[in-house]
């Protein structure tokens, strides 16, 4: 019997609304897809403003229960509460998913320097990572990365849709 190799798209989009960010999440892991399919990328002041323990919530150091909806978001974000990436100084970048080592590596070696040259890096094409660099400088906004099997790349493209993604990039 021979092997079909599956092919892959990858959909991305940022988002605004941290609400809508976390319910497409969910209804996503709901279809089945797992923390090693979706990377996530936010600045640091982002990740501050949704994620960080607060002194008020009374668990600087524990989790961020009851902050992240239901509990259903997974390691994916936990990863980003406990460990996020800040790639190259100056950046500011923070990084969950597939994408760290591949942004983290190029990071390090472009030389064209700060985000654009990491995503260029990772594989993005350079117009999408400039599209993606000034969506992620504004406080408050999140890019999902979705690495996506093409006969599905429909639906999941619509469910970005749903949930208000704005620069919206579907590429292999």
Do not use: W
């Not at 990740?47 to 390691?75: C, M, N, R, W």
Request: charged share 20%.
């Amino acid at each position: 019997m021979v092997a079909v190799k599956q092919e892959f798209e990858q959909i991305s989009g940022v988002f605004e609304s941290y609400q809508k960010f976390v319910e497409l999440l969910e209804d996503l892991y709901m279809r089945g897809f797992k923390d090693e399919d979706l990377s996530v990328l936010m600045s640091e002041e982002t990740h501050d403003q949704y994620f960080a323990a607060k002194d008020e919530t009374k668990a600087p150091e524990g989790t961020t229960a009851g902050v992240i909806s239901g509990g259903l978001i997974g390691a994916l974000i936990g990863g980003l509460t406990l460990v996020g990436n800040i790639l190259a100084p100056g950046v500011g970048l923070l990084v969950a998913g597939p994408i760290v080592g591949a942004i983290s590596g190029a990071a390090l070696g472009a030389a064209t320097g700060g985000l654009v040259g990491a995503m260029i890096g990772a594989g993005i094409p350079e117009h999408e990572a400039k599209f993606f660099e000034d969506a992620l400088n504004e406080k408050g906004r999140i890019l999902l990365v979705a690495h996506v099997p093409k006969e599905e790349c429909k639906e999941v493209k619509a469910l970005f849709e749903r949930h208000n993604a704005s620069q919206l990039k579907v590429y292999s």
